[in-house]
C-alpha cells in the first residue's frame, strides 16, 4: 500500500517528444516514490492550447510507460483550469494578485532604462500606483491586463533546505513581481503548478537546478493560498557530450528514438540517473533495484555530460547478463530460435537484441564465406575428414579441434581462424563451442566442404 506522506510528481508539458534529460526527473521522482512507498503522478502541463499536441501526450505516456515507471495517478491541467480561475480570484481579493497594464516593448525599454542606471532589472511595480481613473482610461484604449503576483519583499529572503544543494536563499528584491495569467486570460506555468500541487498533496518537488530560480516565487506563492510548501530538490540536468542543453523541440536523444535504436530502457535509465552521481555508471537490472541504490544526496552539483556512445556499452553489459526468459518473446517475434542454447551462446557478444538475427542467420541459413587461405586449404580438408559423427553437444567443438590439431600441427590462430571464417563466414563472434551444436553437423559439413575444396583455375 502507498504512503500518503510522500508523494511526488512528474510534470511535462505535451508540446514535443520526452528526451533524455526528460527521463532524469521522471526517474527521480518515480525512484524517490519507490524507495519510501510514495505515491507518483504523471501530471501533463497542457494549458498552453497553441503548442500541445495530443500525439505528443500520447507519446508522453507511452515513453513513460517504456522506462518502467508506472503511475499512480495521470492528470492534465487542462482540465483544471476552475481550480485555477478560483485560486486567482482569491489572491485578487487578498491584494497579492494585480493588473498590469504595460505592453512588452514598454517593459523592455524600462528594464534597459534600469540597467543604465546600474539598477537590478526587476518590474518597478508602477501598476500598483495607477489610480482607478488611469485603468480605466487604460482600458478605454483597448488594453487589457496581465496579472502579477505581488511578493511580499517584507521577509527580505527566501529560504529552503534542498535536499540536493543544500540551503538555499533568494533576495525577494532581486525578483520581479511574477505575471500569472496573460492579457488574454490564459495562465502560465506558475499558477497551475502551485495549485496542483496544493490539490494534490505533493510532498516532493524533485526537479532540475534549471528550476531553482523560480523557487523563492512558488514558496511564496504556496503560502499566499494557505498550502503547505512541498521539500524541494533540485538535481543537476543533462547536457550533450559536448555541454549543450536539450530539447524537446529538436527531438535530441529523444526516448523513442533510443528505444527505436534498440537500446535497452534500464540501459537508458541506469544512465539517466546514475551519470552525475557519486555512484559508479554500471548497468541496473531493474527500477526497484536502482531505487535502493541511489539517494538523492548523492547527485553532483555540477551538470552531467551525457554521451550516447556510452549507452552501447551499457546495453551490451545489461544484455549479458540478461536470462533468457526475460527475451524469449522478442526473439520469437523476430523470427529467431534456437531457444535458450542459441541466447547463451551469443548474448555475450550482443549491443543489441536485435544483434541476435545476424548470428541466428549465420546458424541457420546458407552461408557465402570469402575463400579460405591455401595455405589452410590442407588443416580445412583433415577437419573435414574428422568431423564427429552427429549429435554434436558442448564438448564436441573441443575433441574435434584437438584431433585435427593432433593430425595437422596447426594450433592457435592457424588452427580456429580458419576454422571460424568456414563455419560462420566471419573473424570475430561467440566461442564456437556453443555455437557448433547449433550449426549441427550437415551444414558444418556443406561449409567445410566448400572451404576446403581448392579453387578452380
Not at 283 to 288: A, E, G, R, T
Not at 344 to 369: C, H, Q
Not at 378 to 404: I, N, Y
Amino acid at each position: 500500500m502507498s504512503n500518503p506522506s510522500v508523494t511526488v510528481r512528474f510534470a511535462p508539458s505535451p508540446t514535443g517528444y520526452l528526451h533524455i534529460g526528460n527521463a532524469r526527473p521522471a526517474l527521480f521522482n518515480w525512484l524517490f516514490a519507490l524507495r519510501h512507498d510514495g505515491v507518483f503522478i504523471l501530471r501533463l502541463d497542457d494549458t498552453d492550447r497553441e503548442r500541445s499536441r495530443e500525439d505528443f501526450a500520447d507519446a508522453i505516456r507511452r515513453d513513460v510507460a517504456w522506462l518502467g515507471i508506472q503511475p499512480h495517478r495521470f492528470e492534465r491541467q487542462s482540465l483544471r483550469e476552475t481550480s485555477y480561475a478560483a485560486s486567482a480570484e482569491r489572491l485578487k481579493a487578498s491584494g497579492r494578485l494585480y493588473p498590469a497594464y504595460e505592453s512588452a516593448d514598454e517593459l523592455d525599454r524600462r528594464r534597459k532604462r534600469q540597467m543604465a542606471r546600474g539598477l537590478p532589472p526587476v518590474y518597478d511595480r508602477a501598476a500598483l500606483r495607477l489610480t482607478d481613473a488611469e485603468r480605466a482610461a487604460l482600458e478605454a484604449e483597448g488594453r487589457k491586463p496581465h496579472w502579477r503576483f505581488r511578493l511580499d519583499e517584507t521577509v527580505g529572503e527566501v529560504r529552503w533546505d534542498d535536499l540536493v544543494r543544500g540551503p538555499q536563499q533568494v533576495t525577494v528584491a532581486s525578483l520581479s513581481d511574477p505575471v500569472l495569467i496573460r492579457e488574454d486570460g490564459t495562465f502560465l506555468y506558475t499558477l497551475p503548478s502551485v495549485v496542483d500541487d496544493i490539490e494534490m498533496g505533493v510532498t516532493h518537488i524533485i526537479r532540475g537546478d534549471d528550476h531553482v530560480t523560480n523557487t523563492g516565487v512558488q514558496i511564496q506563492l504556496f503560502e499566499a493560498l494557505g498550502g503547505r510548501v512541498p521539500a524541494f530538490a533540485h538535481h543537476n540536468t543533462l547536457t550533450t557530450a559536448t555541454g549543450e542543453g536539450l530539447s524537446k523541440r529538436t527531438g535530441a536523444l529523444s526516448l523513442g528514438s533510443l528505444a527505436d535504436a534498440g537500446y535497452e530502457p534500464m540501459a537508458v535509465a541506469s544512465l539517466a540517473v546514475l551519470i552525475g552521481t557519486s555512484l559508479p555508471v554500471e548497468p541496473v537490472k531493474d527500477l526497484p533495484t536502482l531505487a535502493g541504490m541511489i539517494d538523492l544526496s548523492m547527485v553532483s552539483k555540477a551538470p552531467a555530460r551525457f554521451d550516447p556512445a556510452d549507452l552501447d556499452g551499457l546495453n551490451a553489459k545489461l544484455l549479458h547478463a540478461t536470462p533468457f526468459a526475460d527475451v524469449a518473446e522478442r526473439l520469437a517475434a523476430a523470427g529467431i530460435g534456437g531457444g535458450e542454447a542459441f541466447w547463451n551462446a551469443v548474448r555475450g557478444n550482443l549491443v543489441r537484441v536485435s544483434d541476435a538475427a545476424i548470428w541466428w542467420r549465420v546458424v541457420s541459413e546458407r552461408l557465402d564465406p570469402p575463400p579460405a587461405d591455401p595455405a589452410a586449404l590442407p588443416m580445412l580438408g583433415k577437419a573435414l575428414e574428422l568431423l564427429p559423427e552427429a549429435p554434436f553437444d558442448s564438448e564436441t567443438w573441443k575433441r574435434w579441434t584437438e584431433a585435427v590439431k593432433a593430425a595437422t600441427g596447426a594450433k592457435g590462430r592457424a588452427l580456429y581462424m580458419p576454422l571460424r571464417v568456414a563455419l560462420t563466414g566471419l573473424e570475430h563472434g561467440p566461442e564456437l563451442a556453443g555455437l557448433l551444436p547449433l550449426i549441427g553437423r550437415r551444414n558444418t559439413m556443406d561449409r567445410l566442404a566448400a572451404q576446403a575444396r581448392p579453387p578452380s583455375d
